[in-house]
């Protein structure tokens, strides 16, 4: 499989990259199948997070004798914090360092000042890197303005951006890839392959297209063999797309540009409560991550408040992508409950 530079870095991965969430749902075994074969495939880079369960430790059992580079992330801006995360993160991975450890899901301003000011988590990754423990330093976050501005403020220490990419989600190559380019900061594309809820026709045209952008590599969630075989293949294949790629394109664009949320938060906050982010993403949170990580009850008591919208149409008019959100609520719902 072909590899790419990690900016600066000096980590060369494969263009593919295996993404840790859907592991959750399998047993050790079933998840050590699915890995191996993904090493196999040459896929040499494995990202993971301290908020994905027992992903670290399934990844700690099956990868711990193999050369390959890990990621993991942890959701804090603390810098205490994040160091005690970082042991953990060690010990489940069975290893003296990771590749790249990120401040995982920086998502307003508020929050990134805290990750860089004195005691934040960039401070204690700063140390971290300085004992061998991490690489390199990362961020990943779907709030496109909050990445830029952690690019602008702290390019020089951060080398690694995960960023929402892909043919419906292409805000991000108008400032934020420019300008991690410019600044030899890694790019890193998550929900290239649509998070679970495309078909497999629109995962693999959509990681092709993900691959023709000035980007490092596309995290893709695999949980079966042949799904990592099938995305192998785009990693060692032609990239070029094709007509039929192109049209598999435009149904991906016809089917979903005007239902599909990118999360970007903008319609928030809604003056009834309503998570609305978390219920139109929700099928696709239920699929990746399984009720036992989210917990059932809670979340779907949550995804009900969709029942409370008086469509004001504050999120109408927010949504930078005019979705008609008051419309698309019950259907997500309904798709939710199926699945309880």
């Known amino acids: 499989m072909r590899t790419r530079p990690l900016g600066r870095t000096g980590l060369h991965v494969s263009e593919i ?17 699915v890995l191996r074969a993904a090493l196999e495939a040459g896929i040499n880079c494995f990202d993971t997070a301290r908020g994905y369960g027992d992903s670290e430790a399934k990844m700690g059992r099956a990868l711990a004798a193999d050369e390959c580079f890990i990621m993991s992330k942890a959701h804090t801006t603390d810098g205490a914090r994040i160091l005690t995360d970082l042991e953990q993160t060690l010990a489940n ?4 360092h990771v590749d790249v450890y990120a401040m995982h899901q920086v998502g307003s301003a508020e929050q990134l000042a805290e990750c860089l000011g004195p005691g934040g988590a960039l401070e204690a990754l700063r140390k971290a890197k300085a004992d061998g423990k991490a690489r390199a330093i990362g961020i990943t976050g779907h709030h496109r303005p909050t990445l830029i501005a952690a690019v602008e403020q702290a390019g020089d220490e951060i080398d690694s951006v995960m960023l929402l990419l892909n043919p419906l989600e292409l805000d991000a190559l108008d400032r934020l890839v420019p300008l991690c380019n410019e600044r030899g900061v890694g ?12 078909d497999s026709a629109q995962v693999l045209v959509s990681t ?9 590599c596309a995290n893709i969630g695999f949980a079966t063999v042949d799904e990592v075989q099938a995305a192998a293949r785009i990693g060692r ?4 797309l094709t007509d039929e790629d192109e049209a598999t394109l435009q149904r991906l664009r016809d089917q979903y540009e005007l239902s599909y ?20 993403v929700g099928e696709s949170m239920v699929k990746r991550l399984g009720w036992a990580q989210l917990g059932q009850r809670n979340f779907l008591e949550n995804a009900r408040k969709a ?9 109408v008019e927010r949504c930078p992508w005019a979705l008609n ?11 939710i409950e199926a699945m309880a």
């Open 237 to 240: 294949e032609d990239l070029t």
């Open 261 to 280: 949320c990118r999360r970007c938060g903008e319609c928030a906050p809604c003056p009834k409560g309503i998570n609305i982010v978390g219920t139109l």
């Open 307 to 315: 029942r409370d919208c008086d469509e004001c149409g504050l999120c």
């Open 17 to 33: 990259v295996f993404g840790g969430i859907p592991i959750l749902q399998q047993d050790y075994p079933q998840a050590e199948r």
């Open 187 to 198: 790019l890193v594309a998550m929900k290239a392959a649509g998070a679970g809820v495309w």
């Open 208 to 216: 092709k297209w993900c691959l023709n952008q000035p980007i490092t």
């Open 93 to 96: 991975l069975n290893r003296d």
């Open 325 to 335: 959100v008051p419309a698309l609520l019950p259907d997500a719902l309904r798709r």
